[in-house]
């Protein structure tokens, strides 16, 4: 099993970038999937979520600038990042629960937004 993102970059403040992130593997099926960022000198942080109905919960500070979106049949989600600001500037984490594995987490994206 492995997830496996895209999408990080550097972008000036007020820009967008789209993050993706694909599972493959031996899988069954999908439940929860989510992104989540740690800047440098803090913990990680949930970002934002989405179930295999396509509910979302975002963080209070990306509320109104991020949207979370899945497709369920290439098992990819994305996240949609506008209005960039500094304080976005993370490495992004994909996290995927998988039924009958369990969670996973991706790699990492880095974002970098300047001022």
């Known amino acids: 099993v492995q997830l496996v993102e895209s999408g990080g970059g550097l972008v000036q403040a007020g820009g967008s970038l789209r993050l993706s992130c694909a599972a493959s593997g031996n899988i069954f099926n999908v439940n929860d999937m989510g992104w989540y960022r740690q800047a440098p000198g803090k913990q990680r942080e949930l970002v934002a979520t989405?179930?295999?109905?396509?509910?979302?919960n975002y963080v209070d500070s990306v509320k109104a600038r991020f949207t979370i979106s899945r497709d369920n049949a290439k098992n990819t989600v994305y996240l949609q990042m506008n209005s960039l600001k500094p304080e976005d500037t993370a490495v992004y984490y994909c996290?995927?629960?998988?039924?009958?594995?369990?969670?996973?987490w991706g790699q990492g994206t880095q974002v970098i937004v300047s001022s």
């Open positions: 996290n995927a629960d998988f039924v009958m594995i369990g969670p996973y």
């Open positions: 989405i179930t295999r109905g396509g509910s979302t």
